[in-house]
């Protein structure tokens, strides 16, 4: 039988990749190089799995093997007597026997030590002399009687589809075993002159021909099967390596983090010590406590080291909170606390920077909001650091909108919106990665670190909200930052004096594992008592 000698090629992915390419071209040259080392044309691991394949159907069918050739013996004996039908049924067992001893011979070598040219060249001499046996007493029952030859096509298609199922993992063998049959049966009827003859022979060959397609495509089935297999398993290897390897990178990530929180703990010690004396001797001399000075411009660079040591120092607590952050080792100090009270306190830290570039701050709370559940460090650091980018982005002249209130789902909300330059929708990502910064912020003469958004953001997230922002060119930017119900202190009305001191009540229904999990979180006081 023809094989074929391509290579099957996986489906393509939606996008060319380079990993793709390189395993796609690794696969090519395995394939061509296991097709050059290979006397079938497949994969030398193919060629073990098919001849494995062709000697277990043969031993898993020899005992039906057994009974159709004493059945066939024994019909026979009608036609060509006792000693002609015994002596070929003897024949045929002996060749039977043979193919199931190399049969097991075969299954007992260990796969390295398999010569499969050999062994195929073996398998195909015994199913050749199995059809010789069966050509045999074929052609013998011709020129006994008319009447056996219904039962000579019958007995030649039973041989053919046996052979056709039982060496399909070996077309060459079903071709050895199938052909002889066919072709001495068709050439004995053709012998006959007549027309039923002519008409059976037609019949034998059309058979061969259909036993042998059926034959093909249970091999084709068979090698896409082990193909599919061994691509699976190619594809499990990759697998187990890409975890492997991702868990060596892990490992790496996490001693690299480690080592990066010691050297933070260690850099802070370090650097807040020589930065606290810079910034007590420049206030020293910058306020002239000791006289004046004989430069003035002393005074003007006593300010500068001054104002440059608060900037250093406050962007080493920036690094150092969103390291901590990042290591899971930033703790929140919850406690209740008003909202909009912080983002008052805010404004008016804020408020003398705003009016030096004439921005004017509007204020809009919602009345009688309930406290809520929170660090008020956290909370005020997320206020400050985007009241701080809205000035720092808002021209001068520009306005501000200091939102507070609830939320749709009973949550509570800070918006802060200014009317800056905005920031492209392509570049909030980048605005919102640890040190990244939108083209606009590069242009500005008042840069960062590119530390304040991800650090607000990040707090926001250790208290189960959610971070908005929203821009458009020309138009603005507004940040929304929403706090979770769960957070919100509910109130309960005041305690009656003139109400027993011991009122009977029902027991409380024990609540489920998510409601206690939820009060868990909150507060064990409320408002009003």
Known sequence: MPVSSEPSRPPEPSRDTSAFKRRLTAQYVRDARDRLTSSSGTRPAFDYELLRQY??????????????????????????????????TAAVLVIHAVIVTKCRQFLDLPAAEVRYRQWR???????????????????????????????????????????SMLASSLPLAVF?????????????????????????????????AYFALLAYRLYSTTLATLEARAEKDALIGELEQAKSISDEARRRAE????????????????????????????????????????????????????????????????ILDLSRIEAGRYELNEESISLAAVVQDCHHLLKLRASNRGIVIHEMFEPDLPRLWADERAVRQICLNLL???????????????????????????????????????????????????SNAIKS?????????????????????????????????????????????????????????IVPAEPAPVPAPAERSRAARRPLFRIGL
């Open 55 to 88: 000697a277990q159907n043969r031993l898993s069918a020899s005992l039906a093997i057994l009974l159709l050739v004493a059945t066939v013996g024994v019909l026979s004996s009608l036609w060509t007597g006792a000693a002609a039908a015994g002596v070929w």
């Open 121 to 163: 060249i073996r398998f195909v001499l015994l199913d050749l002399a199995n059809g010789l046996a069966w050509t045999f007493i074929l052609i013998h029952l011709v020129g006994v009687d008319e009447n056996s030859g219904t039962f000579m096509l019958f007995v030649m298609l039973l041989v053919v589809a046996i052979s």
């Open 176 to 208: 050895a075993a199938s052909f002889p049959v066919t072709a001495a049966v068709a050439f004995a009827f053709m012998l006959h002159g007549t027309l039923r003859g002519t008409v059976l022979a037609v019949m034998a060959l059309t058979a061969q």
């Open 255 to 318: 001693a690299a983090n480690i080592a990066k929180s010691r050297f933070l703990a260690q850099m802070s010690h370090e650097l807040r010590t020589p930065l606290n004396a810079i910034l007590g001797f420049s206030e020293v001399m910058k306020s002239e406590v000791f006289g004046p000075h004989a430069v003035p411009a002393y005074k003007e660079y006593s300010a500068d080291i001054h104002n440059s040591g608060v900037h250093l120092l406050g962007l080493i607590n920036e």
């Open 388 to 438: 701080s980018n809205a000035i720092k982005f808002t021209p001068q002249g520009g306005e501000i909108w200091l939102k507070v209130g609830w939320t749709a789902s009973g949550g509570q909300y800070l918006s802060v919106k200014d009317t800056g330059p905005g920031i492209p929708e392509e570049e909030i990502p980048v605005v919102l990665a640890t040190f990244g910064q939108g």
């Open 445 to 501: 003469a008042e840069q960062g670190a590119g530390l304040g958004l991800p650090i607000a953001k990040s707090l926001v997230d250790l208290h189960g909200g959610s971070f908005t922002l929203k821009s458009k060119l020309r138009i603005g930017t507004e940040v929304v930052v929403a706090f979770p119900p769960e957070r919100v202190v509910t109130a309960m009305a005041p305690v009656n004096e003139g109400a027993p001191s």
